[in-house]
């Protein structure tokens, strides 16, 4: 696996941070403000700062990700949560429009898993709480790091 040291820093700042915010959704079912929020603003100033011909790819992934996660929360929905869109946020600013790509992976990751839950426990399953943020980290990861460890070309 070799990248450019500037893609590198990135990355790996990125999976640094989606490593620790997914270890607090898994034991606290929350993904902190905290961190999340003045990740991504650094993330955005280092990308922009290194890439500055993606500037509007990286504000505009970001946004929009975290609209779109954001929809379900905001609509009552309580399958997703705020932490979810807010991580989106970072995951676009780390990866641009890979950050769709991301999601798609995320939702099949967990599919199986919701799947899996319903048929052990049956209908009472449905209000079983599934983390959804390691799942969107995992896929940010495969997207990251995928094209890289299967030696295809990338961007």
Known sequence: LTLPLD????AASLAGVLVVLSAFDLQRGIIP???VLPASAILLLAQVALFPNRAQEWV????LAAVVLGIPPLLGRRWM???????????????GWGVFGAVVVAFLCVFPVALLLLLRGGL?????TIPFG????LGALIVLFGPHL???PTS
């Open 134 to 137: 390691p799942f969107l980290s």
């Open 124 to 128: 009472a399953a449905r209000e079983t």
């Open 81 to 95: 949560g705020m932490g979810d869109a807010k991580l989106a946020l970072l995951i676009g600013v780390g990866l």
């Open 33 to 35: 403000n905290r961190i």
């Open 60 to 63: 505009l992934a970001g946004l």
């Open 7 to 10: 893609r590198a820093l990135v």
């Open 150 to 152: 299967a030696g295809l």
